[in-house]
């Protein structure tokens, strides 16, 4: 623990991204809870006497003039989203509605106490605003676009309107790889399969208890999809078909993972299963745990399973809804559906089996979708309805959103390359990335804006185990610097 210690944000550089992120972890901002963190930005703006707006979304829209000398550029919009994912261990206390993140320094990163980090969208809108607050940077007139509830539905990126941004060129902040700018993403939709759920008297002679599976690293269900991680709601899911029949158990309720976009690090199933069969079960348990860590060894190397005494308000599936439910989620795909042709090592079409709810009359199995091209989106689709006409379940689909199309002749993206090359000496990797950026939503009401992305490394967004690597904050803020530098004037 030698190389843990608190963060001293005064102490790290770039200073003016530090202060603000140090800012902007001390105020809670989950999805669906960014108000206070949106409304300190616009007392912020005003006090900096930069012209300042809200959407009916609760976007947040700010103003700079260019500098001297830098009139005639191209304007330019600087975009992030407000919001972070909520997502903590089990062991730690923690309320994302009322508590500040905690961060510290981890060797040459900078991660939470137990929780996410909230690097991703964080350190992006921490440079808008540094780039708002600097009196000493060259750039041409500028708009900073701050969007709502990104993780969670993207509501802030749908609502953008046309005519609220008057810019030629967006840079998005969102990337999580320095060295790589993107010029395209996926598109998304999320899949419920649900079930109607009837119940029956508990049989005599049985015990309550509850599986769980936990330690599973999770992750961000597009950029980590390719992984190998374990899934854990698809791990219970193996067992119950392998088992469930053998022991005789009858299912109570399933819980597993917490977000459509995070990949499941824990799930439990409670059942209940013939008393003389508890100690048995318990040995399966174990067995089947340890074959799965020998499977996912070298990659979930925290998996840990456990059987514990339970109790429930409900009572058991009848057999029917038991069979139907068990054999969809063992058969419902999961991870990396293709690879795409065009763009070696990039994903074309995956499947996130998020979250799983278990209400009294309701088990809802909630999926996302992603795919670069629409027919990979509908293939999914037209697997999840197969599956769940077969299981006699509804499916639902809703959330739609775009992906983005690279554009091949991008003004800014050639901008980026040259840049980055005179700093390093090197060329960025030009990448297409298996996530939903607000890009492709913004191409709707602005479809001749020329966009990028890029943005300082983070590794494992969307889990407690989120971190940014400090050394590539200062990267990202010297292309960040060098291309507002180099905006080529107007036509």
Not at 174 to 194: F, H, K, L, T
Not at 235 to 252: C, D, K, P, S, T
Not at 381 to 395: D, F, M, P, R, Y
Request: proline share 5%; net charge negative; charged share 20%.
């Amino acid at each position: 623990m030698e190389n843990k210690k608190k963060v001293v944000f005064s102490q790290l550089s770039p200073q003016p991204v530090w202060q603000f992120f140090d800012k902007i972890c001390s105020i809670p901002h989950p999805s669906k809870h960014e108000e206070a963190l949106a409304q300190y930005i616009v007392e912020w703006a005003q006090s900096q006497n930069l012209p300042v707006k809200r959407d009916d979304a609760g976007n947040v829209f700010i103003s700079k003039p260019a500098t001297t000398g830098m009139e005639n550029k191209k304007k330019v919009v600087l975009q992030a989203h407000i919001d972070m994912v909520p997502q903590k261990n089990e062991d730690t206390v923690h309320d994302f509605t009322k508590d500040p993140i905690q961060p510290y320094i981890d060797g040459e990163w900078v991660t939470a106490k137990g929780t996410t980090l909230g690097a991703d969208n964080g350190m992006g809108m921490a440079s808008c605003l540094a780039v708002l607050a600097s009196t000493d940077i060259k750039h041409g007139p500028l708009e900073v676009l701050l969007t709502i509830d990104e993780e969670a539905g993207m509501t802030g990126a749908f609502a953008l309107k046309e005519g609220w941004l008057d810019a030629d060129i967006l840079l998005n902040t969102d990337s999580e790889q320095e060295g790589e700018v993107y010029m395209g993403c996926a598109g998304g939709v999320n899949a419920s399969i649900i079930f109607d759920l009837e119940r029956e008297a508990m049989p005599a002679d049985h015990t309550v208890v509850k599986l769980a599976v936990k330690g599973l690293k999770g992750g961000h269900s597009g950029c980590d999809i390719h992984t190998g991680r374990g899934n854990a709601n698809k791990f219970l899911a193996r067992f119950l078909a392998n088992q469930a029949n053998e022991f005789g158990l009858r299912v109570i309720e399933f819980q597993g993972g917490s977000l459509r976009n995070a990949i499941p690090r824990e799930a439990s199933v409670i059942i209940a299963v013939p008393t003389a069969q508890q100690s048995a079960l318990a040995q399966a348990f174990e067995q089947y745990t340890q074959l799965v860590q020998q499977e996912l060894g070298k990659v979930e190397t925290g998996l840990t399973s456990q059987i514990s005494d339970a109790s429930s308000p409900f009572s058991p599936f009848t057999q029917s809804v038991q069979s139907r439910f068990i054999a969809t989620l063992n058969a419902c795909p999961n991870g990396v559906i293709r690879m795409d042709d065009n763009i070696e090592g990039v994903v074309e079409t995956s499947l996130n089996v998020g979250v799983i709810t278990t209400e009294e009359n309701k088990l809802t199995i909630l999926c996302l979708i992603r795919s670069l091209i629409d027919s990979g989106r509908e293939q999914v689709e037209g697997t999840l309805t197969s599956l769940a006409q077969l299981a006699n379940a509804h499916i639902q689909f809703d959330g739609a959103y775009p992906g983005w199309k690279p554009d091949a002749d991008s003004e800014i993206m050639h901008i980026f390359r040259d840049v980055y090359e005179g700093i390093y000496g090197k060329k960025p990797n030009i990448m297409v990335i298996h996530a939903g950026l607000e890009c492709g939503l913004f191409k709707k009401p602005y479809p001749n804006m020329d966009m990028i992305s890029f943005g300082p490394t983070i590794k494992f967004p969307h889990s407690p185990d989120e971190k940014v690597e400090i050394a590539s904050v200062g990267l990202y803020w010297e292309q960040m610097i060098a291309v507002l530098e180099n905006i080529p004037e107007k036509a």
